[in-house]
């Protein structure tokens, strides 16, 4: 008698990427269980950076992508989970909000200058800039009411890991990890979208803590040593096969995209050399133009969604041609 077979074991990791990145990676979640009939079960880990810990937590706590999609869309279902939440203004509108004028964390500043090797360019900036006066109360409020109805309040999703940056030390700090800080979902979730001169820090047991994007915009590289069969990496700000804009700002933008598909490339390159399976799925130019270079600005986000539905869609049909219908390697959207 055969024994059975083994279960895959399997991550998601959804990076930063503002109101549209979330859009964007709903649509690429939609694309994946339309084309291969995958999406994030509660076995799977889920690692979430800023867009992608809201991402994250939802999935963390029992919903579904159709139902977080129908959500986006507005045509929610009477049993769909009630989400309290208004495109149009709970994420602070398109433009933050005058922020302080000084500092944010002089000390990341400081240490930023005498150990340049130990704190990044990128996080030394997030210190120097100021504090943002943006509330982030709206998405405390929806994981709030998500956690009451599912998992039940105090508690924390199983196999769900959120990604923030403590912003007195600059470290990188993941919630949902053993030996890590413990902090409510709502908390955590707030500290990795806490966007430095946008949003105001979230504070967590007397530490302050800003957008995990500073440290990395996907933390790929947390799932080394993770012993796993199969990884899937959306990462709305990459762009593994990016246009060519004119707009001088749009070209300053993709630069950015540019440097981060760098890090995440050789973090998914070391995945693989390891032995996992690895699907790297990223906007496209089409999607590039859908999304232009506000990714904060709400009124294109059900235009980014269905794009992506189309874009990452295809591009699975690609691979699975190109590799025999075997499990895909990687790709863009």
Request: hydrophobic share 40%; with cysteine; charged share 20%.
């Given at each position: 008698?055969?024994g059975?077979?083994?279960?895959?074991?399997?991550?998601?990791?959804?990076?930063?990427?503002?109101?549209?990145?979330?859009?964007?990676?709903?649509?690429?979640?939609?694309?994946l269980?339309?084309?291969?009939?995958?999406?994030?079960?509660?076995?799977?880990?889920?690692?979430?950076?800023?867009?992608?810990?809201?991402?994250?937590?939802?999935?963390?706590?029992?919903?579904?992508?159709?139902?977080?999609?129908?959500?986006?869309?507005?045509?929610?279902?009477?049993?769909?989970?009630?989400?309290?939440?208004?495109?149009?203004?709970?994420?602070?509108?398109?433009?933050?909000?005058?922020?302080l004028?000084?500092?944010?964390?002089?000390?990341?500043?400081?240490?930023?200058?005498?150990?340049?090797?130990?704190?990044?360019?990128?996080?030394?900036?997030?210190?120097?800039?100021?504090?943002?006066?943006?509330?982030?109360?709206?998405?405390?409020?929806?994981?709030?009411?998500?956690?009451?109805?599912?998992?039940?309040?105090?508690?924390?999703?199983?196999?769900?890991?959120?990604?923030?940056?403590?912003?007195?030390?600059?470290?990188?700090?993941?919630?949902?990890?053993?030996?890590?800080?413990?902090?409510?979902?709502?908390?955590?979730?707030?500290?990795?979208?806490?966007?430095?001169?946008?949003?105001?820090?979230?504070?967590?047991?007397?530490?302050?803590?800003i957008?995990?994007?500073?440290?990395?915009?996907?933390?790929?590289?947390?799932?080394?040593?993770?012993?796993?069969?199969?990884?899937?990496?959306?990462?709305?700000m990459?762009?593994?096969?990016?246009?060519?804009?004119?707009?001088?700002?749009?070209?300053?933008?993709r630069?950015?995209?540019?440097?981060?598909?760098?890090?995440?490339?050789?973090?998914?390159?070391?995945?693989?050399?390891?032995?996992?399976?690895?699907?790297?799925?990223?906007?496209?130019?089409?999607d590039?133009?859908?999304?232009?270079?506000?990714?904060?600005?709400?009124?294109?986000?059900?235009?980014?969604?269905?794009?992506?539905?189309?874009?990452?869609?295809?591009?699975?049909?690609?691979?699975?041609?190109?590799?025999?219908?075997?499990?895909?390697?990687?790709?863009?959207?």
């Amino acid at each position: 008698m055969a024994g059975k077979s083994k279960p895959v074991r399997r991550a998601f990791v959804f990076g930063g990427g503002g109101v549209l990145g979330f859009a964007w990676m709903v649509g690429a979640l939609t694309a994946l269980e339309h084309e291969l009939g995958i999406e994030p079960a509660p076995d799977d880990l889920r690692i979430g950076t800023s867009a992608g810990a809201v991402i994250s937590g939802l999935l963390g706590c029992g919903l579904d992508v159709d139902e977080i999609r129908r959500h986006q869309i507005g045509m929610r279902l009477p049993e769909d989970p009630p989400i309290s939440w208004n495109y149009d203004s709970d994420s602070g509108g398109s433009r933050p909000p005058r922020p302080l004028w000084w500092p944010g964390s002089p000390r990341l500043v400081w240490d930023g200058i005498r150990r340049p090797a130990s704190v990044s360019p990128m996080l030394a900036l997030s210190g120097l800039l100021p504090k943002g006066r943006g509330s982030l109360q709206p998405i405390h409020r929806v994981l709030d009411s998500v956690v009451a109805e599912t998992v039940g309040t105090g508690n924390w999703p199983s196999r769900t890991w959120i990604i923030a940056t403590n912003y007195s030390t600059g470290r990188r700090t993941v919630f949902g990890r053993e030996g890590e800080p413990i902090a409510g979902l709502a908390d955590a979730v707030c500290a990795s979208c806490a966007i430095p001169a946008w949003y105001t820090p979230m504070v967590i047991d007397s530490q302050p803590y800003i957008d995990g994007g500073s440290v990395s915009n996907a933390s790929v590289d947390l799932l080394s040593g993770q012993d796993l069969d199969e990884v899937f990496v959306l990462a709305p700000m990459a762009a593994v096969d990016p246009d060519s804009p004119r707009s001088p700002v749009a070209r300053l933008e993709r630069r950015v995209r540019r440097s981060i598909t760098r890090g995440i490339s050789k973090d998914v390159a070391r995945l693989r050399d390891g032995g996992a399976r690895v699907t790297l799925l990223t906007p496209g130019p089409e999607d590039l133009t859908a999304m232009g270079v506000n990714l904060m600005n709400p009124r294109h986000r059900t235009v980014v969604l269905h794009t992506a539905m189309r874009t990452v869609a295809s591009t699975l049909r690609d691979q699975r041609r190109q590799e025999g219908f075997s499990t895909p390697q990687a790709g863009t959207g």
